[in-house]
């Protein structure tokens, strides 16, 4: 039997599963194709995985979606970043007062993140209170993706019921959020721009003896650039991101080594570093898709564009595309216009690449302060500057924090029932 859909979204990490809850309210068929298995939703998430900085947006996103009080027992606020670069004496801070807004963003684990928007997802399918349909086939591995008379036939594999069947199903629009080595572009031979390949991030929870009080720090240093996040219980959340030998090179020193290097780049700012969990390494790589839209066809998050962990931009502006997507497809409902349509591609690119190109020259520009020259990256950028004008620090704190410019309703804090005034 022919099984027609009206979005196809193929991955359930963090964007996939946030475009998943967002969407269930327009009265669509929807698919979601996982390789991954769920885990059931008794199985607890590991307590002490990557930290992840949210930024405002990404607060409000996740606010509007109704998630937000269920993840924010295991965040901690960021009320301050701290940017400053080893051996030279200026330093650029934001604080969350001076902005404006309560909070900049909230640090919390990764796994956590991923395991509460699953179960979130899983409950919604469940309780069948959703506009539309939302068929969930998990775990199950996309093995062809063509077009006929411009219709889109994806053929994967499926295990259900401890069975492999093959399905195949026709959706009008395809949003791929299946990571940086994503199968939707492998498939249709979308080429990949690398920008950066020799770099790894170590990342470790540290127990200090003093309070953090909610300041996030970001240091440049010889030895890489390292990033302190301040998580709940008096504990930092450390992603030291650098050469990949380098990397190795840290994760072989004993704990006490490791914490005295670490305590020689921030002073005594946290009071005494204490113990930190064992480290883990992550490959990391710079990239981005040389094509991220085309009629019935949208690349979201590490499909369309991977980037350093630096400053925390990379899964923030995935789900700061997550919004404008949703808000576009939403459009297009109201309009009555076919989701294949190529105007819906256009709109995305027209109203993203901008930000995006300005979000990714900003991190690189970031990366480069690593072995450059403090003054000239001073001058150009104005960042560090202790005497930094203020309208130049609140316009770059605003597109840092994802609410510069026009925003999607998502962000705004409307649902998608909510009126426009």
């Known amino acids: 039997m022919k099984q027609d859909y009206d979005i196809l979204i193929v991955g359930a990490g963090i964007v996939g599963t946030s475009l998943a809850l967002a969407l269930s309210n327009f009265p669509l068929r929807i698919a979601l194709i996982e390789q991954s298995p769920f885990k059931t939703l008794d199985v607890p998430s590991p307590s002490e995985s990557k930290p992840i900085a949210l ?31 080893q051996a030279c004496f200026a330093q650029s801070r934001i604080n969350a007062k001076e902005m404006g807004v309560p909070q900049l963003g909230a640090v919390i684990p990764a796994a956590r993140l991923g395991h509460e928007l699953t179960k979130a997802l899983l409950q919604l399918v469940a309780s069948k209170t959703i506009q539309g349909t939302l068929d969930l086939y998990n775990p199950a591995c996309c093995e062809s993706i063509s077009q006929h008379d411009d219709v889109w036939q994806l053929v994967f ?76 219980a008096n504990k930092i959340g450390l992603v030291w991101t650098s050469k990949q030998q380098d990397i190795e090179a840290l994760q072989n020193l004993t704990e006490f080594e490791f914490l005295e290097n670490l305590q020689g780049h921030f002073s005594y700012g946290f009071g005494e570093l204490l113990h930190c969990t064992k480290p883990h390494i992550y490959t990391l790589k710079s990239c981005i898709s040389e094509t991220q839209a085309q009629a019935g066809l949208i690349l979201l998050g590490n499909a369309a564009h991977t980037l350093l962990p630096i400053a925390a931009q990379g899964l923030n502006l995935g789900l700061q595309d997550m919004a404008e997507c949703v808000d576009l497809i939403g459009k297009a409902l109201e309009q009555r216009k076919d989701l294949a349509d190529a105007s819906l591609a256009q709109s995305y690119i027209k109203t993203r690449l901008v930000t995006q190109r300005q979000i990714i020259g900003f991190t690189e520009q970031l990366t480069r302060l690593q072995t450059r020259g403090p003054l000239t990256f001073i001058y150009n950028n104005g960042l560090l500057a202790m005497d930094l004008l203020s309208p130049c620090k609140r316009n770059l704190s605003r597109r840092l924090m994802g609410i510069h410019g026009r925003l999607p309703r998502l962000i705004r804090g409307l649902t998608l029932q909510q009126e426009e005034y």
Not at 59 to 85: D, G
């Open 157 to 232: 594999n499926y295990l259900h019921d401890e069975k492999n069947e093959k399905k195949t199903i026709y959706p009008r629009l395809i949003i791929a959020a299946d990571g940086t080595h994503s199968t939707v572009r492998r498939l249709l031979n979308i080429g990949l721009k690398i920008i950066r390949t020799s770099e790894a991030a170590l990342t470790s929870w540290i127990d200090i003896s003093r309070h953090h009080q909610h300041i996030a720090y970001q240091r440049f240093t010889q030895q890489g650039i390292i990033a302190c996040l301040p998580l709940p």
């Open 55 to 85: 930024n405002l947006a990404s607060l409000r996103i996740f606010q509007t979606l109704n998630v937000w009080s269920t993840l924010e027992v295991y965040a901690n606020p960021i009320k301050s970043v701290h940017i400053s670069k």
